[in-house]
């Protein structure tokens, strides 16, 4: 594997960018004018290849509007979640679903980012259940993936794309879907500071705002001690989704420059105040793990003065497909 190349060239995009950026800021002032708002609230840095005219890089710096939530229309700017499974089996299943443009034909030709031509995530409508997959694409357009819902309920599928359209901007779809049988939702988990899974600890400081940038430093420790040597998921030490309680609208943030740990640090803006549920996913000694915590914006987390509670993070919130 070259991904120790990739993430290299990708950290080098990054600075070129910025770089670019800084320059021209530097000569008419503040650098931190307004963004528009972009990819449905997809805050992040800029990827390989592309510069800061599409809005990007800008997401990075101090933002005076909120961008807008992503994630809270089946259709937009033309294109449809369209899901062929949209009631699966408890337990694991294959979801089959296509997205498809203004004509009602299946969209075959994305642009890859973040290393995939498309991201799906699917989550439990109260939260505590989080899969973040990497379907296959058929030749017609279809996609499927297997995924574990463990229980009956209501959830939601997100499709995170950009058509391979000059000028398309990416997009995030969602859709509800349901697991048939009974159920009782779950209360929305506590706000703690730290989130166990799998012997590891996760530490979540700074803030995540409503309407401006700021930002969040994950810290992992195992056993005690930091982890120094995080690898790279598709692209980076550290993938973020944040998810707005109440209408589950999604946010997907991009980490900042920086080392193989223990701190991975992201700048998010929250589309407004209220409780969302982050979900990192980071990789180590070969897979990849999800914590967990749950989040107010306009308030600062937890703070650790007392020994931290420990969450009960993500027994059920680590699915993950490396299709
Ligand atoms: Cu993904």
Redesign the pocket.
Known sequence: MNTGVKITAFAAALAATFGTAYGVGKGIGPIDEPKKAEHGGHAEAAPKGEGAADGHAGHAEGTASAPAAGGLQVSEGGYTLALDTPTPAPGKSTLKFSIKDAAGKKVTAFTTE???EL???VASRDLTVFR???PVKGADGTWSVAADLPAAGAYKAFA?FKPAVKGAKGVTLGADLSVPGAYAPKPMPPVVPTADVDGYQVRLGGTLDPGKAGELRLTVTKAGKPVTDLEPY?GAYG?LVALRDGDLAYLHVHPNEGGPGPDVSFTATAPSSGTYRLFLDFQHEGKVRTAAFTVRAGAAPATSSAPAPTGEASHDAGGHSHG
Request: without cysteine; aromatic residues 8%; charged residues 15%.
């Open positions: 973040h290393g995939k991201h799906f995530i973040h997959l990497h995170d598709l993938h």
